[in-house]
């Protein structure tokens, strides 16, 4: 069955960086769509990335342009986010998640059909 584990959450300071992995197992990255999507508390879960299967378009929120940037490793199974110039506003858990439904050009929380459990980040000094 399908399995995302997400890694590499903690605490940093704003306008630290942290990046976050994501191993995938039963299915392959060129098979589905994957991204990072996250929840802060009260808010709901948006997307934040998302990378294609095939020609690896990809979708940025807007909060996230030139901060983040998603990339994956097909050999290892394998999506990472990196995330430089963090600010306050990117605390949440982040979730990696997948789906047959889920297109790197729009990284819409309806296309999910499989989540990992979620990594918390937290921006603070």
């Known amino acids: 069955q399908v399995q995302l584990v997400e890694s590499g959450g903690g605490l940093v300071q704003p306008g630290g960086s942290l990046r976050l992995s994501c191993a995938a197992s039963?299915?392959?990255?060129?098979?589905?769509?994957i991204g990072w999507f996250r929840q802060a508390p009260g808010k709901e879960r948006e997307g934040v990335s998302c990378?294609?299967?095939?020609?690896?378009?990809?979708y940025y929120a807007d909060s996230v342009k030139g901060r983040f940037t998603i990339s994956r490793d097909n050999a290892k199974n394998t999506v990472y986010l990196q995330m430089n110039s963090l600010k306050p506003e990117d605390t949440a858990v982040y979730y990696c998640?997948?789906?047959?439904?889920?297109?790197?050009?729009?990284?819409?929380?309806?296309?999910?059909?499989?989540w990992g459990k979620g990594t918390l980040v937290t921006v603070s000094s």
């Open positions: 998640a997948t789906g047959p439904f889920l297109y790197g050009s729009s990284c819409l929380v309806a296309g999910v059909d499989y």
């Open positions: 039963g299915f392959t990255l060129d098979y589905y769509a």
């Open positions: 990378i294609s299967s095939s020609d690896g378009s990809t």
